[in-house]
């Protein structure tokens, strides 16, 4: 019997040793997140640290809140469904309810993109003002998720219908504010929310608002014709309509 030579030996144990190790590397799961990415796998949420997808983005204005002392209605500007921006397009005027204003207005409007919700607290000697603020911050919130649900239903295609309401446009016979549905890029559906009231104007806003409904509906802009005698509610409707517009990038 041939004696195996030591150097071959050593060259067959050796390489037996390389194989080995190969063979436990190749069953090693990949525990590193940088390896799994790197071999074109997903990371684990927590890994990934990325926020939420499907916020909205873009201003929404909540329903006028009436107050003692007069409406408070507020306007938030959204990013990745997150509050940048706030603040008052109606608050109370006149009298001390000027000082009032000027003096807690700034501080909601920063308490509500501080706290990314209308749980904020009320400022001290505007109980009134802050109550209407706060109901109307969550109604622009409850809009902007409904925005945002509806559109995640829709897989965030174009066609999805989006409902905004325009600011409010003061006449010489009371506010006028527009409040729109909007899908593919057309109106399909246009209301007044607020209008002119009592005496005479509970019967000029009953017969033009509903042409003036289907008159923005029609053409899909504000460049509608007045209805004959109500000058001032369709002056007002279509400044209203044009805001509402504006913010749904029509």
């Known amino acids: 019997m041939r004696k195996s030579h030591p150097v071959r030996r050593a060259v067959l144990a050796g390489a037996a040793t390389v194989s080995g190790i190969v063979l436990l590397l190749s069953l090693k799961p990949a525990s590193d997140p940088g390896a799994a990415q790197a071999a074109g796998g997903q990371l684990p949420p927590a890994a990934a640290g ?29 990013a990745n469904g997150k509050i940048t921006k706030a603040e008052a397009v109606q608050t109370p005027k006149g009298g001390q309810s000027d000082q009032i204003t000027a003096n807690a207005v700034p501080r909601l409007n920063q ?11 009320a400022v001290s000697g505007a109980t009134y003002t802050s109550a209407g603020y706060k109901k109307s911050l969550q109604s622009a919130l409850d809009k902007a998720k409904a925005s945002a649900g509806a559109a995640q ?12 309401t325009g600011d409010v446009a003061q006449t010489q016979y009371g506010p006028v504010q527009v409040r729109i549905t909007v899908a593919d890029g057309k ?16 019967q000029i806003t ?10 923005a509906v029609a053409t899909g802009t504000a460049q509608i014709d007045s209805v ?8 007002g409707y279509k400044k ?10 029509g």
């Not at 109106?187 to 509970?202: N, W």
């Not at 004959?228 to 002056?235: E, M, N, P, V």
């Open 50 to 78: 990325q926020a939420p997808q499907g916020g909205v983005n873009g201003a929404v204005t909540g329903d006028a809140a009436q107050t003692q002392y007069g409406p408070v209605q507020v306007r938030v500007t959204m």
């Open 111 to 121: 308490a509500a993109v501080a706290a990314q919700s209308a749980d904020i607290d």
């Open 153 to 164: 239903g829709a897989g965030a295609g174009a066609g999805a219908a989006r409902t905004v």
């Open 187 to 202: 109106i399909t559906k246009a209301e007044a929310v607020q209008a002119p009231k009592g005496g005479r104007s509970d």
């Open 206 to 215: 009953s017969s033009s608002v509903p042409r003036l409904n289907q008159a």
């Open 228 to 235: 004959s005698g109500a000058t001032y509610t369709s002056a």
């Open 240 to 249: 209203s309509l044009q805001s509402a517009l504006d913010q749904a990038g």
